[in-house]
C-alpha cells in the first residue's frame, strides 16, 4: 500500500505527466507535490484546483443519482457535504479540465477520515492519455494510504 510520495511517483509515470499532487480540498494545501506546475508554483496550482473540485462537489447538478447529502451531514455531525464523512465516497469521482495544449485531471480519493482529498495529475496533451489516466488514478487512489 503507498503512501503520498510513491503515490506521486507512480502518477508521474503516466504518459505526458508534467506534475503530480495530493491536495486537501477543504484547505487548498498539497500534502505532495512532484513535478512542474502550471505558473511554476505548486501550492498556487494547488490552491485554485481545491476551489474548483470544492465547488463541482458542492452542485447537486453533478453528484450521482440518489446521492443522499443529509446521510453524509448526519456521519459528519451536520457538517456541509463537502467536508466528506468517514465510510462515505465524495460525492464527485474525477473531475477533467481541458486547454489547448494540457489536461487536468482531479480524482477525488475515498478515505477512512473525511474524503476531503484529491490527487491532481497535469498532463501535456500530446502525450497524455485520459482514459489511462482515469483508471490508473482510480486504481492508485484505492491504494493510497494516509495518516
Not at 41 to 65: C, G, I, S
Not at 88 to 97: A, F, M, Y
Request: charged content about 25%.
Amino acid at each position: 500500500m503507498p503512501g503520498i510520495d510513491e503515490c506521486l511517483l507512480e502518477a508521474m509515470r503516466l504518459p505526458g505527466a508534467r506534475g503530480a499532487a495530493l491536495v486537501d480540498w477543504t484547505s487548498g494545501l498539497a500534502l505532495g507535490a512532484v513535478g512542474e506546475f502550471p505558473g511554476g508554483d505548486h501550492e498556487a496550482a494547488a490552491a485554485e484546483a481545491a476551489e474548483v473540485a470544492r465547488l463541482t462537489a458542492e452542485q447537486r447538478a453533478f453528484t450521482p443519482d440518489g446521492y443522499d447529502r443529509s446521510e453524509l451531514a448526519d456521519k459528519t455531525g451536520g457538517a456541509d457535504a463537502t467536508a466528506g464523512a468517514a465510510g462515505v465516497d465524495p460525492p464527485v469521482e474525477d473531475l477533467i479540465i481541458s486547454n489547448r495544449d494540457s489536461y487536468h485531471v482531479l480524482r477525488f480519493v475515498p478515505t477512512s477520515f473525511d474524503s476531503s482529498v484529491f490527487l491532481h495529475v497535469w498532463l501535456g496533451r500530446p502525450d497524455g492519455n485520459l482514459a489511462l489516466a482515469r483508471i490508473r488514478l482510480g486504481e492508485m487512489a484505492g491504494r493510497l494510504v494516509l495518516g
